[in-house]
């Protein structure tokens, strides 16, 4: 259930005894105009593997992009990474599992490209088990958007997902709060207690399982209703108390 926004800054303190779990675009890095132009820097990085060593490997990005997409950012970093909402993980190991691709996804992404081609600034993104529709550049295009989706939606009986001026049809039976209670579930995570950062609707339910397992979530950006318990402005407020919490955790 969401509540009124939260307001209160986290503490430093909060990743003692921890498992940290980490939103991407928005949260660790700002948004772009389109999913590629998104960069990792050093300090990012370097703090992602200091967070590691500090918490023994109880580290995870939790993202609606795929896994190799984050790889691609990253390199060989060895962190936890749930992908597509949750449907793909790789854990810090190299272990990795996958679902079915279903085969309705390939008549998605044509149509989304063929909606895509008459309007500029509409972006089709191609994903292992989804296919997104991005409007930010056609912020006017939003109910059209939207009115494809619910029909495709309705028709290959795939979820609906909608995000920051975007909506994506992918694989079910999954997001980002089942992929944290299946990761707390185990070892490195087990017996410890969940933070979770992120910035859009689609980490809501990631917010709402870390608080059922006794922990916090962190909203990132302006004021809204949220089931976080704390909220930090931004991206670079975000790194900033990464880089402090990690000073202090033990």
């Not at 991407?24 to 999913?35: K, N, S």
């Not at 918490?55 to 990253?74: C, K, P, T, Y």
């Not at 109910?143 to 994506?168: F, I, S």
Request: aromatic share 4%.
């Amino acid at each position: 259930m969401t509540t009124p926004s939260p307001d209160s800054l986290p503490p430093v303190t909060l990743l003692r005894g921890a498992a940290l779990f980490l939103d991407f675009d928005g949260t660790l890095v700002e948004l772009a105009a389109r999913p590629e132009l998104v960069s990792v820097d050093d300090r990012l990085a370097s703090l992602l593997d200091r967070l590691r060593t500090k918490l023994d490997n109880r580290v995870a990005i939790i993202s609606g992009r795929s896994v190799d997409g984050i790889l691609a950012m990253f390199g060989p970093l060895p962190i936890t990474i749930a992908g597509s909402h949750g449907l793909e993980v790789q854990t810090h190991d190299g272990m990795r599992s996958l679902p079915e691709r279903p085969a309705a996804l390939d008549r998605i992404l044509n149509t989304m490209k063929d909606f895509a081609k008459t309007t500029p600034g509409l972006l089709v993104e191609e994903k292992p088990f989804g296919a997104a529709l991005h409007y930010r550049g056609a912020p006017a295009m939003e109910p059209q958007a939207h009115a494809l989706a619910r029909t495709l939606a309705d028709e290959t009986a795939l979820h609906l997902q909608t995000g920051k001026m975007m909506v994506e049809l992918r694989v079910g039976g999954g997001d980002k709060g089942s992929a944290l209670r299946r990761l707390m579930a185990s070892p490195p995570m087990a017996g410890f207690t969940p933070v979770f950062l992120g910035d859009d609707d689609t980490d809501e339910p990631a917010m709402v399982a870390a608080t059922d397992l006794g922990g916090a979530g962190i909203l990132i950006g302006a004021p809204r209703d949220s089931s976080a318990r704390y909220r930090l402005p931004n991206v670079d407020a975000t790194l900033a108390w990464l880089e402090q919490a990690c000073e202090v955790t033990a």
